[in-house]
């Protein structure tokens, strides 16, 4: 890929990278989030978000070829498959019909021999021998293929999507997006284990990921990105985390003590008190977290992809196995609860706000209300049976569109129908319903448009500033953090790895985040 370029509606996010991919070799993209390695891959496997905002500029050759790809097929035909980080499968179909999706294998029946042959049938065994190969080359010989994706765990989705690739018999490049991020780290093993297998047969890998230890590991060649700019090209042997990690930020990364980390508060009283928390959420497991928040501060919660900062809310308010010990204004909370997470006082606008936070098919009004209505028995009409009290409903929604200023036909649209700002506003809107003293906040602004970033942290600061709720938010956005946050703590491996004022240096943030911090401390100690 030669003198790649790539503008959004004028926002250049690509600005003239080029990277050389040899056969059966390992080449590694990394770069903080928004650095452009996802924008870079789509151009090369002809997504069409790219053709439809204008294109780009830039050249591809394939074995010394110009290529033109403008479609996701025009890159199969090429030999290209990628494995995205959303995952792309059919979870009414088997593993096997997911594998040879759009390659079915069918043979001639009495109606296609009339109707012609798109009315042929499947040939079950022969696309099960085909799916067994795959899944055999990815170490996964006792997963049965013809079991239905939905109910998988989400490890076993990641394979079955590289097994479908691999399958291929053209695939001479596999673009690998994030894929360890919702493994294990013995499922990450085991696909790094596979990477080099397939590099062995002569596939060459494009490996994205936020995890440095991965990146030298496997790959032999890794370029850095940063705002969409090539900063550097390395060979494995020339780079480590801390070289890496400074590349991705933009300053050379120095030896810090513990100087470097935000004081604790004094006098300031501590709300909520995290001992030894553990949760596991595939991809974001924590792995004994120790965490004071204090109140009334906004605190924010950071870190790479895969190192756990989204597990910590997901434990704390009990949507994932947790174990640990929460101690709320001086009580100890059980874990594991959701019901009693809501009813001390918290409250959680998710990550996944149209998979969790959301019913999507219902009214602005009812996701506003239903959470409080369950768990507090707010709008309510004792009648001898509760039953919903519509007009307080009612009244309490438009108090809340006209507040929080949600672009709505009323408080009875349908949630589905409202654009990702003001979905995640009504999302926030349901958490205030609860009148919770502290509310964890998790990728608020994941997917929705620049000026409705901008509102929805400022009405997280409102809430902070005007209602005294104790706020704790959880980004990938580090610039996000430090434009509204009190403290951040960055977390690394599942742990604490420090907490900094939002002023602190690019090269404290970089440290932490690299998790070269505490390993400084222990050369130094």
Known sequence: MRDIQKEYFGNRVLKGVSIRVEPGKIYSI??????????????????????????????????????????????????????????MLLPGFSIAENIKLNREITFPNMVSRLFGSRLQSLDIPAMRRDSRKALDRLGLSTLDEMLPVAGLPVGYMQFVEIAREIDKEKTKILVLDEPTAVLTESEAEVLLATMRRLAGEGISILFITHRLDEVLAVSEDITVLRDGEQ?????????????????????????????????????????????????????????????DVYEGEILGVGGLAGHG?????????????????????????????????????????????????????????????????????????????????????????????????????????????????????????????????????????????????????????????????????????????????????IIYNGKLEGVLPPDASDVDFGLLMAGEMSHSRKEAS
């Open 30 to 87: 990394v770069g903080e989030n928004g650095a452009g390695k996802s924008t870079l891959m789509n151009i090369l496997f002809g997504m069409p978000v790219i053709h439809n905002t204008g294109g780009f500029s830039g050249e591809i050759l394939m074995d010394g070829n110009p290529v033109r790809i403008s479609s996701p097929q025009d890159a199969v035909d090429l030999g290209i498959g990628m494995v995205h980080q959303e995952f």
């Open 231 to 291: 900063v550097a090209t390395l060979k494995t042997g020339e780079a480590s985390v801390s070289r890496l990690a400074e590349l991705m930020v933009g300053r050379k990364l120095e030896a810090v003590g513990c100087d470097a980390c935000a004081p604790s508060p004094k006098g300031d009283k501590t709300l909520l008190k995290i001992e030894d928390l553990r949760v596991d959420m595939p991809g974001e497991r924590v792995r004994g977290l120790d965490l």
């Open 309 to 489: 900062k989204i597990g910590i809310a997901n434990g704390v308010l009990g949507m994932y196995p947790a174990e640990g010990k929460l101690i709320l204004d001086g009580k100890e909370l059980p874990l594991n609860n959701a019901l009693e997470a809501l009813r001390s006082g918290m409250a959680f606008v998710s990550e996944d706000r149209r998979g969790v936070g959301l019913l999507l098919d219902e009214s602005i009004e009812t996701n506003m209300t239903v959470t409080a209505m369950q768990c507090q028995e707010k709008f309510l009409r004792r009648m001898g049976i509760s039953l919903a009290d519509g007009g307080a409903i009612r009244r309490h929604a438009l108090k809340m569109i006209r507040d929080l200023d949600i672009r709505c036909t009323g408080p009875e649209q349908i949630v589905r129908r409202l654009s990702g700002g003001n979905q995640q506003k009504v999302c926030i809107a349901k958490a205030i319903t609860l009148e919770p003293r502290l509310i964890f906040v998790s990728e608020p602004t994941r997917g929705i448009d620049v000026g409705a970033k901008k509102i929805v942290l400022d009405l997280l600061v409102r809430l902070n500033r005007e209602m005294g709720v104790t706020v704790v938010i959880t980004s990938s956005e580090l610039a996000e953090l430090r434009s509204i946050c009190d403290r951040i703590a």
